[in-house]
């Protein structure tokens, strides 16, 4: 089993024990959040000195933030301890496969859609028994996907941990699978409910309001009557803490750990 | 631009093609009846009795009935999450719907474009607003895999949709304008609307039918429901298995935060009204205006368990306002008049609690 560090700053370098053998580092939930030049030598030198490899990962993106990380990996692309992109949006593997061919592409978890809602947390396993294998599925279990990313030569995805336990099947496949871990993402907006939490003015946040990266500042617990589990708000993205690591991975074909020592944001 | 409206059962076709709806949308059930303990229930993003065509035969009628008034269906297979297991029947379910010659299908992810086009090239695929399309380079993508219609999420600005449009000139474009605007970008949002586990767990419980007619309000409104079942219930601890269980999508939360900065004082705490500004009919009409501007093709009326009245009353809303666009008529005019009709249909006042595009709304004259 492969363990991978994700950090979304040079800060949390301090994460890093000799255990892990490859670091994540980027944001995948907001553009705004993409990370400097600066922030990314600085990690690239980390890396160089640690013989480790680096992955980069990109969130979901528009036109404005596909182009700010085209420059930013215009100037890295020739890199070679970058060897990994984890991508959260189609249209950015579209523009820049093939102009980064040397990289391995890793589908995010972003785009993995698996049942995350704390709601069966709470409900008794027994009641959904029959139907499991859906509340703890993924498309990648299914061959018709899992030929549709080895034609795209994307060999990787990555997958949140589940408390109903996680269903995959990748016997027989190319595709290998990574598990994110403890923190797993529920939901993500792009009208950030956190932004401007400090100012006076009450109106909506429309997509184009600006906001203080009040995401670095506050985190909000966000809880629902008659549960025992609570959500926590990040920026524009709501987590679950959720520390049980499944035993039995590798059988199912997830061959790496990525360890998130904070709220990725 | 044309008005694609959503069908929850066979009479709502010919009532929303009557009011104006050029195209209509639905899911189809692969068994009979709210099955919600089978896999194979789950079908399409909404599904259930209230929200899809119960058998091929109904979609044959639906069919012939939109023919006739030249309309077009498409069915969704828009599930979140497919499992192998589901495959076979599925396969089949789409071979029985290209029987009954439906116009095309509504898919969520690249994988199902795919699936479809292995099955047939020639069938015409719209790539649903769970996609989450949100660069022009994503449409690209799914253009080159052979989808003809892109519907754009909700979470897009003014400039970010013209652009998308501008670099896309061969693709239709569809925008939602009525209901179930959500503050999630429901493509990556993870919240159960409903889940079959409570269904199951009430139906063992009561071992009423009375039960379930409460659930049969649309998909997600659980505070209603809960209410309901609050007069109902005694048991504390089966209400403490009822609210434990409900989905979370547009449920109250309470929300607490813990700055690290303790001098800074957070002003907004109650974020759950953010999380669903949404509590009365949304709209986005006014915006019609510049959709026609930037050359979007159809407009997407959200919600196929919504009642049948509001889905009409949507439609005619829709119909008079593009009559009025075909006018000439000044921006200020069509504002005024689009404010005269929502306030006539719904009894509303033009507001942004309502409002789909509340950067229109603020923005009288954004740039265009």
Known sequence: ?265 | MKIVAPVGNLKEVEKLLNAGADELYTGMLIMKGNKLNDVNYFTSARRGKSCSLNSINELKKANKIAKEKKAKIYITLNSFVYIEKQFPKLKKLVYDILGTEVNGFIVNCPSMVKFLKDIDKKIDIKISSMATCLNSECVKLYKKMGASQIVLPRHLSYEETKNIIKNNKDTKFEMMVSNGRCRNLNGLCHLCHATAPKNTIIKKITGKKIMMKLFSLREGNYGLAHKKLSSYFENKNIMHLLNADSGSCRANFQVDFKPKDKNTKVIRKNIDNFYMPNRFRECGLCSLYYFKKMGVNLLKIVGRSFKTNLKIDNVKMLKESLNLLNQKITKEEYFNQVKKIIKRTTGLRCSIFNCYYPEIFYNSNPRI
């Open chain 1, 1 to 265: 089993m492969e363990h991978a560090l994700f950090i979304t700053n040079s800060k949390n370098l301090k994460y890093y024990k000799d255990d892990f053998s490859r670091i994540y580092f980027g944001n995948e939930f907001c553009e705004r959040l993409i990370p400097s030049m600066y922030e990314t030598q600085k990690m690239i030198r980390f890396c160089n000195k640690s013989k480790i490899p680096l992955t980069i990962v990109t969130p979901y993106l528009t036109d404005k933030g596909i182009k700010e990380w085209g420059s930013l990996m215009n100037k890295l692309k020739k890199n070679k301890i970058i060897d990994e992109i984890v991508f959260n949006d189609w249209g950015m593997y579209n523009l820049f496969k093939k102009k980064l061919s040397n990289k391995r592409w890793v589908k995010g978890r972003v785009l993995s859609k698996q049942y995350k809602d704390l709601v069966l947390d709470s409900t008794r396993k027994e009641t959904y028994e029959s139907i499991l294998p859906l509340f703890q599925g993924e498309m990648t279990d299914t061959k018709m996907c899992q030929d549709f990313l080895a034609e795209n030569d994307v060999l990787m995805v990555e997958l949140d941990n589940l408390s109903q336990g996680i269903h995959l099947n990748l016997k027989g496949s190319k595709i290998k699978a990574s598990l994110y871990h403890p923190f797993k993402y529920i939901s993500t907006t792009r009208l950030c409910p956190s932004a401007n939490c400090t100012s006076k003015h009450k109106r909506i946040l429309t997509i184009e309001d600006s906001c203080n990266f009040e995401c670095k500042k506050y985190t909000f617990k966000v809880e629902k009557k008659g549960r025992t589990k609570h959500m926590i708000l990040k920026g524009n993205t709501y987590f679950h803490y959720l520390n049980n690591v499944p035993k039995d991975l590798e059988k199912k074909g997830i061959t790496r750990l990525v360890f998130q020592p904070q709220i990725p944001m």
